[in-house]
């Protein structure tokens, strides 16, 4: 992978790609300032059409209205969705931490086996799993013959 990554900036592949992004960011942001204005424009044909049918006050009032009622239900969805997203992110940030929990002792994995003291951190855990195990089967007042939770006597 590292050698693929060299083996692109040395070929001007990196270069190219950097162009063609920042080439097609200036694309979108001049297609949405074209689009804003269209939608402006619009927007303002209908303000006078609606001013020569109802009145310019009338329908300033109701531009106004409009306009407050959008910005209230865009700020409530907003709110609906926040703990959805802020949900969506801490699993997010749990998986990564996991995966990169397991990478790190992976990556750390042949150190650990070449010493005693490594091989020894490396198997406590285990026995002591294991011990619990042991443990949980034979817990005292569990004969052969009981089901957990029943009655002793």
Do not use: W
Not at 48 to 71: H, K, M, P
């Amino acid at each position: 992978m590292l050698a693929s990554l060299l083996a692109s900036l040395a070929s001007g592949e990196t270069l190219q790609a950097v162009r063609r992004a920042r080439r097609m960011a200036i694309a979108y942001l001049l297609a949405g300032v074209a689009g804003l204005c269209g939608v402006g424009f619009l927007i303002g044909a209908l303000y006078i059409f609606l001013s020569e049918r109802y009145g310019s006050l009338a329908t300033a009032i109701g531009f106004g209205v409009g306009f407050i009622v959008l910005a209230v239900v865009i700020l409530l969805i907003h709110r609906l969705t926040a703990e959805t997203r802020a949900r969506r992110v801490a699993e997010q940030r749990k998986s990564d931490l996991t995966a990169m929990g397991i990478a790190a002792g992976i990556a750390a994995l042949p150190t650990l086996m070449r010493s005693r003291i490594g091989l020894g951190a490396l198997l406590a855990p285990a026995i002591a799993v294991a011990a619990y195990a042991i443990y949980r089967e034979n817990k005292p007042g569990r004969g052969p013959g009981r089901f957990p939770g029943e009655p002793l006597g």
